[in-house]
């Protein structure tokens, strides 16, 4: 805070010594004309900036060549691509018909892409199926040449690795002998965002984290490479950790470290490129090829974005570029290369300062211990610097109603577990925006519908008007995780907002309440009459207004399959869990959106964090 207060203060004395010199310069204009010849000599100047200035600029534009955006070699060869309609053993290659069954799914993509609209066909092919496909080729080709055998080698450096299960990853009260027990969003902030301990003068800038989770004791080796894209005229980065080899079934890992610490041209912004236009975090085998579920579910794979020095803290961003297990394609299409994202040309992502890698992964099928065990955690991005590409940004229309009710790594929040119920809310968007691609960032724990709404669904559908009135639950002191502390975190503050500014202090991150939400049996009603209802309140809200006011859905999801419980295994996958399969009906999106309301229904409960829109049809 303190830090905070020198950086404010200095910043109002700058601004104050520019408004005195301005208006002096004001008071003395008249001296300094006669000093300097008097009006000819002003009105020479005031025609050269206006009149002669522009015309070198002019000239330029005239004869400069036409601007021609880096794009993909088209290359669709199955080369690189193994076989993931597999029982989690070793990744094999691509039979004919298995090619064919590829080419068929990949046919099938593109007819949906096709049906949409302007640069959001666009976006389809390159996120999901062709154009991916040529960029992930261009990757593998050029990292085959120049990396392997190539690395650069760095070892003993910072990074945090623990395993786990299930249970002990979502555990809110660790014993103190728990891997995770120091694991708290206050040290883990600290950790990402790195001391600036160079200049003192950046107060709280400058200071390490409450405890650095971080090590260099370990065995571990961090790789980087880098070279020259062979199509799209840009550069690809690549940074990879291991190798690893537990395998285990119901292992949860989690590793935390700096990406492209070693790479010094990651010291200031946009000093390697201006923006990112692919992107790809991965588990790969030892020979480089990208690991699917099964065996081994991306549970989150983030990417950060770090600028230590950003006036606003904690300086760091999850939506740099990320990857979970429902962001891959079919098993019988591209499957887990969807991992892999890419924009169209002339569209791209901007670099920041620093990119810091927060990964867990968790193992779904017993290892098949005839086969190599090795693998890596493994981030790429390919950077271009064209001057007119357009920037994009995520947007993320999440439910603040539903959002994790106390400071803790999982970031869960709880619903009944033997009722069927629903939340919504309301999520402004503070500008006009274009809506270009979609993914669902949603681990389908139990959901079965996700409805997002151009406009505002309390006022579309009538919700908050009985029987759709969310019920609230505090977030009473019984609810506080203890962690064996000595005083409590009940024992030391007064109430949860005060709780939550101590250890998530985050405006809007976590709300002080156990869960706001709608219990159906409650209301008299159910999964079915629920939906029938609201669809009925929207289009008697749209029936009194003009056609080009009425609203709709941006995106509309029914009938999420539960991937983790409820997908059936297949007879011969005996050592495998339950078959990761979950077909998602589509929606068009909706242009532009001023403002939208979301809406889930969970049966049992609820997905640990929501993040909008699905990018493809299975996991």
């Not at 609209?117 to 085959?144: I, T, V, W």
């Not at 040290?187 to 001391?195: I, V």
């Not at 959002?403 to 033997?418: L, R």
């Amino acid at each position: 805070m303190m830090g905070c207060v020198h950086n404010v203060s200095v910043a109002v004395r700058s601004v104050a010594g520019r408004i005195g010199g301005a208006i002096k310069a004001v008071m003395t204009f008249p001296l300094t004309i006669k000093a300097r010849g008097g009006w000819p000599w002003y009105l020479f100047l005031v025609a050269h900036v206006f009149l002669l200035g522009p015309l070198p600029f002019k000239l330029y534009n005239a004869v400069r060549p036409a601007h021609v955006f880096g794009a993909w070699k088209a290359d669709l060869s199955l080369a690189h691509v193994p076989n993931y309609e597999t029982d989690g053993g070793a990744l094999k290659p691509l039979a004919p018909a298995d090619k064919r069954r590829v080419r068929d799914t990949m046919n099938r993509y593109s007819a949906y892409c096709q049906s949409l609209d302007g640069p959001r066909a666009e976006f389809c092919e390159h996120m999901q199926n062709r154009e991916l496909l040529s960029a992930y080729n261009d990757f593998r080709k050029g990292r085959a040449k120049h990396c392997e055998g190539q690395w650069r080698e760095e070892k003993n450096f910072e990074m945090f690795y623990v395993k786990t299960d299930e249970a002990g990853y979502h555990d809110l009260n660790p014993d103190p002998s728990s891997p995770l027990y120091d694991v708290t969003f206050r040290t883990f902030a600290g950790t990402l965002r790195g001391p600036y301990e160079e200049d003192a003068g950046l107060g709280d800038h400058a200071r390490p984290p409450p405890k650095d989770l971080m090590t260099t004791d370990h065995d571990y080796v961090k790789s980087t490479c880098e070279f020259d894209s062979a199509s799209s005229g840009g550069k690809w980065y690549v940074s990879r950790v291991g190798p690893f080899t537990d395998r285990t079934k119901g292992s949860w890992q989690w590793l935390l470290y700096h990406a492209f610490k070693d790479v010094d041209a990651f010291a200031l912004p946009g000093s390697i490129g201006k923006y990112f236009t692919a992107t790809f975090n991965s588990l790969t085998d030892a020979n480089g090829n990208t690991l699917g579920n099964p065996p081994v579910h991306m549970h989150h794979f983030h990417t950060w974005k770090v600028n230590p020095l950003a006036p606003v803290w904690p300086s760091f961003d999850f939506q740099e570029f990320e990857a979970h297990g429902d962001d891959m394609c079919e098993h019988a299409g591209l499957g887990p290369i969807c991992y892999m994202k890419t924009w169209p040309a002339g569209y791209g992502l901007s670099v920041p300062p620093r990119l810091f890698v927060d990964s867990l992964v968790n193992f779904e099928a017993d290892p098949d211990l005839g086969e190599p065990q090795e693998f890596y955690y493994e981030s790429v991005v390919h950077v271009q610097d064209d001057g007119e590409i357009h920037q994009t940004i995520p947007f993320v229309p999440r439910v603040h109603e539903v959002m994790s009710q106390v400071p803790q790594q999982a970031a869960a929040y709880p619903v009944p577990a033997s009722e069927e119920s629903m939340s919504w809310g309301v999520i402004p968007a503070e500008f006009d925006l274009e809506v270009l691609w979609w993914k669902l960032h949603t681990h389908y724990l139990y959901t079965s519908d996700i409805w997002l709404l151009d406009g505002d669904g309390t006022e579309m559908m009538a919700l908050g008007a009985k029987p759709f009135v969310l019920e609230e639950k505090p977030l009473a002191k019984d609810k506080w995780p203890t962690r064996r502390d000595s005083p409590t975190a009940a024992e030391e503050f007064a109430d949860a907002d005060e709780y939550i500014k101590y250890d998530y202090p985050i405006p809007g991150a976590v709300a002080p309440f156990w869960y706001r939400l709608l219990e159906l049996k409650k209301a008299g009603l159910d999964m079915i009459s629920v939906k029938a209802q609201l669809l009925a309140n929207l289009a008697k809200w749209n029936a009194a207004r003009a056609p080009a006011d009425r609203k709709g859905f941006i995106l509309k999801v029914d009938n999420v399959i539960d991937f983790h419980h409820e997908s059936k295994a297949r007879p011969s996958a005996g050592r495998l869990g339950p078959r990761r399969r979950c077909p998602r009906p589509r929606s068009r999106p909706a242009r532009r959106s001023r403002s939208s309301s979301s809406t889930s229904r969970s049966p049992s409960s609820s997905p640990r964090r929501s993040r909008g829109l699905p990018t493809s049809p299975c996991t």
